[in-house]
C-alpha cells in the first residue's frame, strides 16, 4: 500500500473509479448536497475528489488556500479528511461555511479561516487544531483577472500585471508549502487566458513558480470545460469569432501535480 493514500494494491482493480489517466473528460459537475455552482469562479468537486483519494489517506490534514465556495472542504468531509480553507472574502467565506456544516461528518473536521494566504499566520491555525503538517494543498487561484471577485486589493484577482499575479501567487505558494510534510504533494488547478489576440500561458507560467522552488513535477493533467458562466448559451456566437478569425475556444484547464522534495 503506498504510504500516502488509502489503495490497497492487493486489490487495485477494485478501484475503476479512481482516474489515472492524465485527460479528464467529466461531463457535469457533481452539484449533489451541498455542492452549489453558482459560485462564479468555482471548480467543479470531482478534481479534489479524485486528489484526495489518490495522494491522500483517511484522518489527513488538507488546506485549501483559496477556498472560495468550499468545494474541496465538502469533499474532504465526505471522504473523511480533516481540511483547513483559506478565504480572503468574509461574506463567501460565512456562506461556504454553512454549506461546509451541512454536511458535517463529525469523523473529521473542516475549519474555515477568513484571510489573505499570502500573509496568514498558518502556523498559529495548525497549532489550534493539532496540525503538525499538511499533507496536501490544493491551490485553485483565480486565473488573473478573467473573474473580477472583490474590489479588495489584496484579491490577486485585482493584479494589475502578469508580474504582480504572479509574484502574489508566488507569496501563497511560500506561505503555504513550508507546512507541506516532505515528500507529499500539491496540485495547482488553473487555466490560460486570452487577450489582446493572444494567449496568456498562465498555466505555465504558475507551472513555474513551483519548478524554480524546487518541487518535483509528478503529472500534467488536462481537463475539458464545456460551458463557463460567462459563456453559457453563447456557443454558437463564440464558433463564429473564432471561423473569422484565428483562435481556438479554450475547452481545458490543468492540473499540475507537485511533490515536495526540499525543505523551505
Known sequence: MPKFNDVNLSRWKDYSDIYTDSLWV??????SGAHCGSY????????????????????????????G???SLIEAQRLGRNSVGIELQEEVAKEAYQRILSEKNDLCHGRVCVDDSRTADISSIMKKEGIEKFKFIIFHPPYWD???????QNDISNSKTLKLYLDNFGKVIDNTTQHLEMNRYCAVVIGDKFA???????????????????FKMKAIIVKNFEDTKGKSNQQAIWRYRALASDFYIFKHEYIFIFKKV???
Open 69 to 71: 465556495s468550499g468545494t
Open 26 to 31: 467529466i461531463e457535469k459537475r457533481d452539484n
Open 196 to 214: 489582446n489576440s493572444e494567449i496568456v500561458p498562465l498555466g505555465f507560467h504558475c507551472m513555474n513558480l513551483f519548478l524554480n522552488r524546487g
Open 146 to 152: 478573467i473573474i473580477k471577485f472583490s474590489e479588495d
Open 262 to 264: 526540499r525543505l523551505f
Open 40 to 67: 462564479h469562479g468555482n471548480f467543479i468537486p470531482q478534481i479534489p475528489h479524485q486528489l484526495f483519494l489518490r495522494y491522500t489517506k483517511k484522518g489527513d490534514w488538507i488546506l485549501d488556500p483559496f477556498m
